[in-house]
């Protein structure tokens, strides 16, 4: 029963991961705009929060690897781990120093991921609220 009741903040709170890696990734591309030869990278968040909820845990793709004797690839990933896969953002415009960071693109999806974030977290805040008042009997 308690299970039920937590069902929803569980899913809201593996959002919070996969969006505050992605704003760290995001952020990581604005710092680097100037750097010649960076790559943009990004978070494709629905992969990455299908990954989280360990619904293709058997696929042999999710470990990054399509046959037993394969070595796996080992990924770079802040809160995610190994479940975080980094893809490359395709570039719009090429730059002379080989910078893939287009910082109006970054920008627009800085302030987006943000405000998803923010929704995510006023949700998670309210459906305790209101177990809590449930709780309570009010």
């Known amino acids: 029963m ?12 593996k959002a919070l991961v996969v969006r505050a890696e992605r704003q760290r990734v995001i952020a990581s591309n604005i710092a680097n705009a100037d750097t010649p030869g960076y790559a ?15 619904q293709d845990a058997a696929l ?9 004797r394969h070595i796996p690839l080992a990924t770079r ?7 975080s896969r980094l893809g490359y953002t395709v570039q719009a415009q090429p730059a002379m120093d080989n910078n893939s960071v287009d910082l109006n693109h970054e920008r627009g999806n800085f302030v987006d991921n943000a405000v998803r974030y923010e929704s995510t977290l006023r949700f998670i805040n309210s459906h305790a609220k209101t177990i809590l008042s449930a709780i309570q009997g009010q």
């Open 60 to 68: 042999p793709a999710a470990q990054g690897t399509t046959n037993q």
């Open 40 to 54: 943009a990278r990004d978070l494709n968040f629905k992969d990455n929060m299908t990954r989280a909820l360990g």
């Open 77 to 83: 990933g802040g809160e995610l781990g190994a479940a």
């Open 2 to 13: 308690f299970s039920q009741l937590t069902e929803a903040i569980d899913f809201h709170g």
